[in-house]
């Protein structure tokens, strides 16, 4: 048999695929961090105590009792009283026009983006990501060999480069945002800027997809009220998930929107696992729909995750009185801009020898990265270490601008 071009004699073929996939630069960071004297702002996780759910082994024994089906086989699309309770929530709390036969449960809102795309794209075809967008969609997008383009969408009020690119020819088959504390900046879509996709969507004929696991972590004084984008259009595919705000073990999310993107979907998820543990949809419908848990839990996360947002961010603003971020609304992550001249992956060596991990802010940008950003996660930081992390950051930052910039870099 003739082997497969470029492939190495005794090596198994690749797809073609393959070519474009690398690692992904939190998983390395992690590894090399992953030592009981560096204090993590790398992983972008819930809180240990946020993953401890008393309440999930209380309810686990009466679903084996009253439900011994729930260790057979189920729904493909998932458990119909989850979705049934899903739908119910998007209506309720989103304003979408969602029926449980809408909605499809998936291991994550990451299966979702996998879904989608296996659903909707060829090689070739545009997305359309915000700068900086998720690592872990990028992958996806690369994977399916599409063609990626940063646009921002975030920190442009008008969406005016958007605009603009798609009146000069711009055709994406996808727009990928996460509208509410975004990872990795920790950016909120404004309600104006969520229109303005939606009616760009219906003009040019894209479809928008609003990956939304964050939406309840938010950390101000009064809940938002920006709508979501499956509330203004129906060319929305929304995405959400459990994992944020029960226990990330649950691998428990949701993705609904148009019926003929919701068939194909239930197809090619037929051929990647044919559906959910049962066992598992099942614990997590007890846990949402016991009298009051929601609402207790997630007041406990909010204010964990918001003790946390400030002690790091008060703590930056004392030891790096030359970095710039914005301490974020919500969610897990600080977005930071170390200063001049730094490249955020050329100092994270130094960075770990001083006993701090974080993810360079260049594996967030699909093209044109700014070397010197850097995605700083809370949710896994204890308050009280946070002036310790934030010191040995400074140390490590000042002993790269004293050793002056590496060989060949700008100053």
Not at 331 to 342: E, I
Not at 394 to 410: F, H, I, K, S, V
Request: net charge negative; aromatic share 6%; proline share 9%.
């Amino acid at each position: 048999m003739t082997p497969r071009h470029g492939q190495a004699a005794g090596r198994p073929a690749l797809a073609a695929r393959m070519g474009g996939l690398s690692p992904s630069a939190i998983g390395s960071v992690l590894r090399l961090g992953d030592r009981s004297d560096v204090i993590s702002l790398a992983g972008g996780l819930p809180a240990r105590e946020a993953s401890e759910c008393p309440e999930a082994a209380a309810v686990l024994g009466p679903i084996l009792g009253e439900h011994p089906t729930g260790l057979d086989y189920g729904d493909t699309n998932g458990l119909p009283t989850l979705r049934e309770w899903i739908a119910g929530y998007l209506r309720a709390d989103l304003g979408a026009d969602s029926e449980p036969d809408d909605v499809v449960v998936v291991h994550g809102a990451q299966q979702g983006i996998d879904l989608v795309c296996k659903a909707l794209l060829d090689p070739g075809d545009v997305v359309v990501v915000d700068r900086p967008s998720y690592i872990g969609a990028l992958q996806v997008f690369r994977l399916f060999q599409a063609e990626v383009r940063a646009v921002p969408l975030a920190d442009d009020p008008e969406l005016g480069e958007l605009t603009e690119a798609l009146a000069h020819g711009l055709r994406p088959r996808l727009l990928y945002t996460v509208p509410n504390y975004s990872n990795p900046s920790g950016a909120v879509l404004t309600a104006s800027q969520r229109r303005r996709l939606a009616g760009l969507a219906e003009r040019y004929g894209f479809l928008l997809v609003e990956d939304d696991p964050y939406r309840e972590l938010w950390l101000t004084d009064e809940r938002p009220s920006a709508p979501a984008l499956t509330a203004l259009t129906d060319r929305s595919v929304h995405l959400g998930s459990f994992s944020k705000i029960l226990f990330p073990g649950c691998r428990i999310g949701y993705l609904t929107g148009p019926p003929a993107v919701m068939s194909a979907i239930t197809l090619v998820r037929q051929a990647a696992d044919l559906g959910n543990s049962e066992l598992l949809q099942r614990m997590v419908l007890a846990l949402l729909t016991q009298d009051g848990f929601l609402d207790r839990r997630l007041d406990r996360l909010r204010a964990l995750y918001r003790e946390r947002r400030d002690a790091l961010a008060s703590a930056l603003s004392r030891h790096l009185p030359g970095a710039a971020f914005r301490p974020p609304e919500g969610g897990f992550f600080l977005w930071a801009t170390l200063g001049p001249g730094l490249d955020s992956a050329l100092l994270l060596p130094s960075a770990l020898k001083h006993g701090v991990s974080y993810v360079p802010g260049a594996a967030f940008y699909p093209s044109r990265p700014e070397p010197s950003t850097a995605r700083l996660a809370f949710s896994c930081l204890p308050p009280e270490q946070a002036g310790e992390a934030a010191a040995r950051l400074a140390r490590a930052l000042g002993g790269a601008r004293a050793d002056g910039p590496p060989e060949g870099g700008d100053a």
